[in-house]
């Protein structure tokens, strides 16, 4: 680094909005380096830059970071900035922000703008107050990338201006309107690649200038005596006392280039007198007169802390907006995320000093009356994330978050009137702002491990046992624990580290820290034992050489072993297979015995076998369906003794009897569980039931009272006879699980739900 005394008449600043060119002259202070060194990874970052920027990394992986050495000391530097009338604020900010030396509080250099305070040249100097993934885009490089710089992300920079998606239209100078076909995006991607100028750093920065609106007296080309001249961009438009002075110079840069050579004019297309020709022209001598010497950054544009060629510093300085970096940063990110290019490859090139503080200056909006100095162990009292913020509200940025217990040390204790914020360091470095209600004090005593263990790890349904659980150190036994189970359809657990089964299966049960996230995990399986044995039938009569099937259900559904037999007590008169398939032998009765292996669980089927009856005696008609003796196919609507009777012919003597073994006739309706008796000479030859699917009751209606009934059986309220179970199986799947297009779950105790 050198240090040079020297004698300058010219300084070039830009204000918000307005081009500044401010003649001083005398003796002063500047410095001139050497040719700067550029190096690309976090790893050649100071340490207080690298948390940041690892964190940035994390997310936008395709992300470059390219560290700029200054080589200049960071306190020379603020001396340099911190002049009057080089770095302003809007009057209206408080006086943290402003100068309030004597003789220059509130003195208006520019309309509206004051000298900023040493403070706020500090904050908006130090690039790690930025490095949060909206404001690092004032470190972006502003050269020109046809990969990233399409007419879409122009147009999302745009969006909220008069400038977005319209057309083009101008006046010339006798004051005809022009119109053409393009819009001011095709002008600025038009401009970006002429000028080799990122288009969205072109977007934003005309945004900057001239705002929002078409009608700025600096585009309007209507102005008197500048009639049909464009300045996008203010260049030239110096502070003046006159009614639109400072407009009317940059309207006359834009008319003659304030004198410039004819080389210089035609270089950055002077005259502007289309608004094409403004916005390219424009954009040449931005790249020209800063990207493309260096100054290749919204940052480096306002701090002239980088000179390619080795020139004088300090001076070159395109706004004497302090914030103005701050602010461009927000709407260039916009654009980048609402055009969905955050994950494309972009560099940020970031300036590093020589000497600087290890805390970063605080944003003057920040009040340090509202902060006590403090070093205490915190943790997040939250139960997923918590916000980490770059300053004390939910309007800053989010710089990261950390996870439930997660511990942070509070460097300031908020004090500040209404929500109290905490300033907090993370374990990585990072420095920010945490709501304190979130924000619990470590306790002296910490739990450093935590032991589980059951008597079993195989429990049954609906058992409880204990978890015995063991606390270290001895001191920390008192500290809060949470239980918790991952399955709760097969392990719950309280709070008091109770455990019991639910479902089958295997669940894990975890113990966890309130106060530091300890946890420690014990696995647990539950065993679902035999409870019963459904059969769907009591008793059936069959003739000789017929077969049926009997279904058995294991109890509950979610047994672990299911695993049953069948066996015929007389095989010479009904045998029986594996599976349950009854056939008829010869005539007779005899038990089919059902047995679950776990429990020896024991159920019986009453078999009649009957001689087989002629086809000749006894026939139904084809809508009824017979198996073995069972009928369905039954209409609901056409159920009475008449019409079931017109749809069998025998020539044996026909008995109906409801489910109660009443005899029902005419008008009656057959429902589930009526029985056809088949009479010869008054004694029963043969017995068929009738099953009338969703008639759960008997009654030989479908309506919500069937419902009611399955309801109390899937509770398990009232086990219903086999045959009323097996109407309400209208799948046939030998699972109750829907009944009419209702879905029924009992572990939600009888949700109903349209299927």
């Known amino acids: 680094m050198k240090v040079n005394i020297s004698s300058k008449n010219k300084i070039i600043l830009f204000s918000a909005g307005i081009l500044l060119f401010a003649i001083l002259s005398g003796i002063y202070l500047y410095h001139q380096v050497d040719a700067l060194e550029r190096k690309e990874g976090i790893e050649n970052f100071p340490l207080s830059y690298q948390p940041y920027l690892r964190e ?41 922000w402003k100068n309030t030396k004597p003789g220059e509080y509130n003195v208006e250099v520019d309309a509206g703008w004051v000298d900023a305070s040493k403070q706020a040249v500090e904050y908006c100097m130090d690039p790690r107050n930025f490095l ?68 969205y750093h072109i977007a934003s920065r005309i945004k900057q200038e001239v705002g929002p609106f078409l009608s700025h007296a600096s585009i309007r080309g209507n102005i008197q005596g500048f009639e049909g001249l464009y300045n996008f961009y203010n260049i ?57 010497l260096g100054q290749n950054t919204i940052y480096l544009q306002k701090f002239h802390v980088s000179d390619e060629k080795g020139g004088e510093l300090f001076w070159h300085q395109y706004m004497t907006n302090v914030l103005a970096p701050y602010s461009e940063s927000k709407s260039i990110y916009t654009g980048y995320k609402n055009s969905n290019l955050l994950n494309d490859s972009i560099e940020f090139i970031i300036p590093i000093y020589e000497n600087m503080p290890e805390m970063m200056t605080e944003s003057p909006n920040i009040n340090p009356n509202d902060y006590e100095e403090d070093n205490t162990k915190m943790y997040a009292n939250v139960t997923n994330t918590l916000n980490v913020r770059t300053g004390p509200s939910t309007s800053y940025e989010i710089l990261t978050t950390i996870g439930s217990k997660e ?18 360091r993370l374990k990585n470095g990072m420095i920010g702002y945490i709501f304190q209600s979130y924000l619990e004090e470590v306790p002296q005593d910490q739990i450093t491990e935590i032991k589980l263990s059951l008597d079993k790890k195989q429990i049954n349904k609906n058992e409880i046992i204990p978890l015995k659980v063991t606390i270290l150190p001895e001191e920390a036994k008192n500290e809060p624990i949470y239980f918790s189970s991952d399955d709760e359809s097969i392990v719950i657990v309280d709070q008091e580290g109770n455990v019991q089964g639910v479902g089958r299966g295997t669940a894990t ?39 049926f099937q009997i279904s058995a259900t294991v ?3 979610d047994a672990n072993n299911k695993k049953i037999s069948f ?34 669980i024991e159920k019986k089927v009453l078999v009649n076998i009957i001689p087989k009856i002629s086809e000749d005696d006894l026939t139904f008609d084809s809508s009824l369906h017979i198996e073995g003796d069972e009928i369905t196919g039954i209409d609901p609507s056409q159920n009475t003794v ?21 005899k029902i006739e005419g008008t009656n309706k057959i429902g589930t569980g009526s029985m056809l008796r088949i009479k010869k000479e008054k004694d029963i030859i043969a017995s068929y039931q009738f099953i009338l699917y969703g008639d759960c009751n008997g009654d030989g209606k479908i309506n919500s009272v069937d419902l009611l009934v399955l309801q109390r059986q899937i509770l398990e309220i009232e086990m219903l006879k086999p045959y009323f179970s097996k109407a309400g199986n209208v799948r046939k799947n030998r699972k109750i699980t829907k009944f009419c297009g209702f879905t029924l779950n009992p572990k939600t105790y009888f949700r109903i739900a349209r299927d």
């Open 236 to 292: 030239g438009a110096t502070s003046s006392a006159e009614p639109m002075g400072a407009i009317k110079k940059g309207l006359q840069y834009a008319k003659d280039g304030n004198g410039a050579s004819q080389t210089t004019k035609d270089k950055y297309l002077i005259p502007w007198n289309t608004k094409e020709r403004a916005v390219t022209g424009g954009a040449t001598f931005i790249g020209s007169s800063y990207i493309h």
């Open 642 to 662: 008449e019409e079931i009777s017109k749809k069998i012919t025998s020539k044996y003597e026909l008995e109906f009897v409801n489910y109660k073994e009443e």
């Open 132 to 199: 949060n993934e909206v404001r690092i885009f004032q470190f972006e490089g502003l050269s020109y990338d046809e990969d990233i710089n399409h007419l879409d992300g122009i147009e999302k920079i745009l969006y909220g201006t008069e400038f977005y998606n319209a057309k083009v239209s101008y006046l010339d100078s006798n004051g005809s309107e022009i119109h053409t076909q393009k819009k001011y995006a095709d002008l600025i991607l038009e401009g970006g690649k002429t000028s080799k100028v990122s288009t």
């Open 56 to 96: 940035l990394q994390k997310k936008y992986p395709n992300w470059k970071f390219t560290a700029l050495y200054t080589n200049l000391d960071w306190y020379e530097v603020i001396k340099e900035e911190n002049v009057f009338g080089k770095n302003l604020v809007p009057i209206s900010y408080s006086d943290r």
């Open 407 to 424: 511990e942070v040390t509070r460097i300031a204790k908020g004090k500040q009137s209404g929500e109290l914020w905490d300033k907090v």
């Open 555 to 557: 109890m509950p559904e």
């Open 567 to 600: 066996a015929s007590e007389k095989a010479e008169i009904a045998e029986v297979t594996e599976a349950g398939k009854v056939t008829g032998i010869s005539e007779g009765q005899t038990n089919i015995v059902v047995k679950t292996n776990e429990g020896n």
């Open 509 to 547: 049960i975890k113990a966890e820290s309130k106060t530091n996230g300890v946890s420690a995990s014990i696995s647990v399986e539950v065993y679902s034992k035999v409870e019963d044995l459904i059969l769907d039938t009591e008793k059936r009569s069959l003739q000789i050489g017929d077969s």
